[in-house]
């Protein structure tokens, strides 16, 4: 794997909760790189960092952006050092979903207390450090590559955005590069914490996306009944499947708020779907699901 082919990403359309949205499939770019992590980390694929021989970051044993950074790593042709604080000896045992892909694609974990710490010890002058979950300036670059073909497709007709944050990196960078309203909601802390991941990469309020939040608050990776039955839900009605961390929370977000949309909305999806097959193993162990 030399590099990585970005195809512009598809739109299709289906009728949900009783309206017609437009869904971007941004699940769909690449088998091996696809996803808001594949935009975000673009930036590194076009401008191959010449000086770097490693890539260092950290985070949770399953995260997303893991995965796609030992992608990265293995195009590039430089190591993987990724930190987390904790891998329980079941998944060393039976690796799955991104921690087993992740291992294959050659990177070397290491556990500590202070991950983000601990990873900053590691970097040296030819390291490529990254911020947990790609919260970084140069994920604009990737991010305004899909700005530009929603732009495109929308020419001048109106639509809402909606795509659910974790750091806010791609919901933040989106409404930068479209005139379209963005609508995001927060799926790791609250309201204040996902405006503040927006004033660290960007002063200018004015340019932040419009926070809507869920009916109630979920613990960020904690299953709850209710996400599994809209994740199954989305699956039945659209033949699609969403990623099950972050869709059913940005779902219901919409569910809850649908008289706020004003134009008919595009959906982002924002991949994902490699961390299904652990976070399904917990769903079937938990509610005793037959899956
Ligand atoms: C990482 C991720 C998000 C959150 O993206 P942010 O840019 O951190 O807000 C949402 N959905 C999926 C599927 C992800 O992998």
Same mark, same amino acid.
């Given at each position: 794997?030399?590099?990585?082919?970005?195809?512009?990403?598809?739109?299709?359309?289906?009728?949900?909760?009783?309206?017609?949205?437009?869904?971007?499939?941004?699940d769909?770019?690449n088998?091996?790189f696809?996803?808001?992590?594949?935009?975000k980390?673009?930036?590194?694929?076009?401008?191959?960092?010449?000086?770097? $021989?490693?890539?260092?970051?950290?985070?949770s044993?399953?995260?997303?952006?893991?995965?796609? /950074?030992?992608?990265?790593?293995?195009?590039?042709?430089?190591?993987?050092?990724y930190?987390?604080?904790?891998?329980?000896?079941?998944?060393?045992?039976?690796?799955?979903? =991104?921690?087993? +892909?992740?291992?294959?694609?050659?990177?070397?974990?290491?556990?500590?207390?202070?991950?983000?710490?601990?990873?900053q010890?590691?970097?040296?002058?030819?390291?490529?450090?990254?911020?947990e979950?790609?919260?970084?300036?140069?994920? +604009?670059?990737g991010?305004?590559? /899909?700005?530009?073909e929603?732009? +495109?497709?929308?020419? #001048?007709?109106?639509y809402?955005?909606?795509?659910?944050?974790?750091?806010?990196?791609?919901?933040?960078?989106?409404?930068k590069?479209?005139?379209?309203?963005?609508?995001? =909601?927060?799926?790791?802390?609250?309201e204040?914490?996902?405006?503040?991941?927006? /004033?660290e990469?960007? +002063?200018?309020?004015?340019?932040?996306?419009?926070?809507?939040?869920?009916?109630? $608050? *979920?613990?960020f990776g904690?299953?709850?009944?209710?996400?599994?039955?809209? !994740?199954?839900?989305?699956?039945?009605?659209?033949?699609?499947?969403?990623?099950?961390?972050? #869709?059913?929370i940005?779902?219901?977000?919409?569910?809850?708020?649908?008289?706020?949309f004003?134009?008919?909305?595009? !959906?982002?999806?924002?991949?994902?779907?490699?961390?299904?097959?652990?976070?399904?193993?917990r *769903?079937?162990?938990?509610?005793?699901?037959?899956?």
């Open positions: 794997m030399e590099t990585i082919d970005f195809a512009t990403s598809p739109m299709q359309n289906f009728v949900f909760l009783g309206k017609k949205f437009f869904i971007k499939r941004d769909l770019i088998k091996d696809s996803g808001n992590k594949a935009r980390f673009a930036y590194f694929l076009h401008h191959k960092p010449l000086h770097v $021989k490693n890539i260092i970051s950290y985070g044993n399953q995260s997303n952006a893991m995965y796609s /950074l030992s992608v990265l790593a293995k195009t590039l042709h430089v190591k993987f050092l930190v987390c604080n904790h891998i329980p000896s079941f998944l060393k045992q039976n690796p799955v979903g =991104n921690y087993k +892909e992740a291992l294959k694609n050659g990177m070397e974990i290491f556990t500590n207390d202070n991950p983000k710490q601990f990873a010890n590691l970097t040296c002058k030819n390291s490529l450090f990254i911020k979950g790609g919260a970084i300036k140069e994920a +604009e670059y991010i305004k590559v /899909l700005a530009d929603i732009n +495109e497709w929308a020419q #001048d007709k109106k809402d955005i909606f795509l659910p944050s974790g750091t806010g990196t791609t919901a933040l960078y989106l409404q590069n479209t005139r379209l309203k963005v609508f995001t =909601n927060p799926c790791v802390g609250n204040e914490y996902l405006k503040k991941q927006f /004033l990469l960007e +002063e200018n309020e004015k340019i932040h996306p419009t926070i809507l939040n869920p009916p109630k $608050k *979920y613990h904690k299953p709850k009944i209710e996400l599994f039955h809209m !994740y199954e839900m989305l699956k039945k009605s659209t033949n699609i499947e969403f990623d099950l961390l972050y #869709d059913p940005g779902w219901i977000t919409i569910e809850h708020n649908l008289q706020v004003k134009n008919p909305i595009i !959906y982002i999806h924002q991949g994902g779907l490699l961390g299904n097959v652990s976070l399904l193993h *769903y079937a162990k938990k509610f005793k699901l037959n899956l």
